[in-house]
């Protein structure tokens, strides 16, 4: 008798929980493209930093030294200069790092809905 009722009641469970991940789908779609975006920003800052530290002292002086005076007469120390080419190498290495695995989850994401998917035809 409990088992004629839970394969009643099993099409429902189906029915929701297909539901319930087409809905939870959609969000994760538009947030893992926007992921992927800011890792390609973070690559793009990476490089930019790792291959001419200077420039992009300068670039980043004239961002956010708009609030101070005699900006530009400031000179880079070497220490910093190398400290800034360290951390673009940093932001290359985690920005291909969050692409890879922003790619892993969507390819594992895919195959669960297949199963899924496969589950249902075969119910």
Do not use: H
């Not at 007469?73 to 985690?94: I, K, N, Q, S, T």
């Amino acid at each position: 008798m409990f088992q004629d009722a839970r394969r009643r009641s099993r099409p429902v469970e189906i029915e929701t929980r297909r539901f319930m991940s087409l809905e939870a789908e959609q969000p994760r779609m538009i947030t893992s493209g926007l992921r992927k975006l800011w890792y390609g920003w973070m690559i793009v800052q990476g490089l930019a930093a790792a291959a001419s530290p200077r420039r992009s002292l300068a670039l980043n002086v004239r961002i956010w030294g708009c609030g101070f005076e005699n900006v530009a007469d400031l000179e880079p120390r070497p220490w910093y200069v190398r400290l800034v080419r360290a951390a673009g190498v940093g932001l290359v290495a985690a920005g291909i790092a969050g692409v890879l695995l922003e790619d892993r989850a969507q390819a594992e994401q895919t195959a669960e809905s297949e199963l899924e998917a496969g589950a249902e035809t075969a119910a």
